[in-house]
């Protein structure tokens, strides 16, 4: 076989290939609905549109942070027995939870309907519950995919889910349908609902397992989920809290808006990041499981320092051409100075490209250390970089009324999530940092040139 055929062979069935994909494919229509979005409605209609999603976006981790990262750890060195039990009690304990935020939010919403109608986050407590009942099977289904290295699956999954979407804001967008939010958020509805039912008929949700849910299942899900959860929602809010305390400061929903565009840009670096993570985790911990401590290291250097070389030539990129960036992504009114005078979109977006270098070290730590069952380090590391980025934005927005001063506080707590994450991994298993490139340009090489690496 020829070598391009040999390597285009190899990356079209690797795991992380896939994985990447799968990732990918989402993230390129993500942006294909970010951009029609941004140019269907003004920037006021279109900054509720990010708090809906970012509002979302934080309470799925709530939902599926409980039990997610516990099944795919637990599932990993399962037997077929095992296997059934935990992904019933998974279904079990999904929906419950999902219970219990519908049952919440519809209360809250009738209760203090006037205010909430008021405010910017009046479509999520109209809209989520529903969303959260119709997206319960397909994302079970790519957690237990994932469990199972079935990448091929998830890729699937996630392409159904967003080119349909694509699909109809293309249509929206160049028929001139005029339809209002409402009607989109509506229609996204209904393609996760059809998404939901494939994963069904498919049987990769587990909903067949449900009657094997069991007390010691139930009990290993929630004791390792307890910090995920809030590990995950740390996360989100790392990500999230920056729209939420805009939206309420002084700089309105135009601001929201306006940061969206590079937000837009972590969330396309993380899309490396999610996919080789993905197949990090379940190898991550069936070598912390076997208690194969060099393999367990060489994973991490080999993830950890791929990655963050990768990035470099991306971030090259991003940094000289971000005002071309800023134009696709939300059209010309975002290259406006005028549209909030003292802010710049183009400069957001290059300290959010400069900031992408810490990303990969931040993330694996974190999938270090639930790997080796030691989720509530992770949690320790998240709580401050919250913390930090909360006093930041909090200073930026209403002390100086800044977005460049919210995306440096974005600096701030990635450097010490970094820092503190690795500082727990190397207390574990004794790191080598010089490791992390050596190894990392090694796998790099080795996949593009078949050139033997030492894996201890």
Known sequence: MKPKQEILDRTLYNKNFLSLAGNG??????????????????SSVFGE???YLATAGFIEMFRFGLTNSALVRFLSGADTEEKQKLIGSNYAIGIVITLGVVVILYLTYFIFRNPIVNSPYKLFFIWYPILAIVNLPFNNAITILQ????FLEIFYIR???????????????????????DTVILVHLVLNLLVSVGCILKKWDGIAYLGHTDKHSLKTLLNFGKFTTLTLVGS?????????????SPLGSKAVAMYAIPLKLTEMLQIPLRSFAATAYPRLSRASIKNELGKFKWYFYSYTGGMTLLFIPIILVGFVFADIFVLILGGREYLNPELI???STVLLFKIFVLYGIMLPLDRMTGVALNSMNKPEKDFYKVLVMVVAN???????????KSLIGVALATWLFTFIGMVLGYHFINREINLKFSMIFKIGWASIIHYFCRKPIDNE
């Open 236 to 248: 989100n809010l790392l990500r999230s809290a920056d729209t939420f305390i805009i939206s309420i």
């Open 390 to 400: 909360i006093i930041g934005d909090l200073i930026a927005v209403f002390i100086f």
């Open 159 to 181: 392409l159904l889910n967003v080119s349909s979407f694509s699909v109809f804001l293309c249509l929206n967008y160049f028929l001139n349908w005029d339809t209002s939010l």
């Open 147 to 150: 469990a199972e290295e079935r």
């Open 49 to 51: 549109w990010i708090v």
């Open 25 to 42: 494919s989402s993230a390129v229509f993500g942006l294909i609905n970010f951009a029609l979005l941004a140019r269907t409605f003004n």
């Open 341 to 343: 005078p003292g802010q």
